[in-house]
Nanobody, 123 residues
Framework: QVQLVESGGGLQRAGGSLRLSCAAS????????MGWFRQAPGKEREFVAA????????YYANSVKGRFTMSKDNAKNTVYLQMNSLKPEDSAVYSC????????????????WGQGTQVTVSS
């Protein structure tokens, strides 16, 4: 089992920045990849960013590419999502996810989820 706890959400003005954190615990040695997803009211959950736990390339949705950066601190078993140049359309509940098996798809197939943290961007 892997437990995920997000933090760092809040209210920010358009153009501002926020950094989300996701702390993993439990059987973290089984994690293959981690991702960030978001869901706005009335919309489906959408992929935001992902990376391999062991290192290597990171992956981003086109809507956040160049503005958001996902990183990790293996010593703390924590991943981060640095969000810059925020837009009102970035407002959503952001959730981190972990996958404990290999998959070619970084935008799906996650088997552990955090509870989510609210991000609200005002215009």
């Amino acid at each position: 089992q892997v437990q995920l706890v997000e933090s760092g959400g809040g209210l920010q003005r358009a153009g501002g920045s926020l950094r989300l954190s996701c702390a993993a615990s439990g059987r973290t040695f089984t994690i293959y990849a981690m991702g960030w997803f978001r869901q706005a009211p009335g919309k489906e959950r959408e992929f935001v960013a992902a990376l391999r736990w062991s290192g290597g390339a990171s992956y981003y949705a086109n809507s956040v590419k160049g503005r958001f950066t996902m990183s990790k601190d293996n010593a703390k078993n924590t991943v981060y999502l640095q969000m810059n140049s925020l837009k009102p359309e970035d407002s959503a509940v952001y959730s981190c996810a972990a996958r404990t098996y290999y998959s070619d798809n970084y935008d799906r197939d996650y088997n552990y989820w955090g509870q989510g943290t609210q991000v609200t961007v005002s215009s």
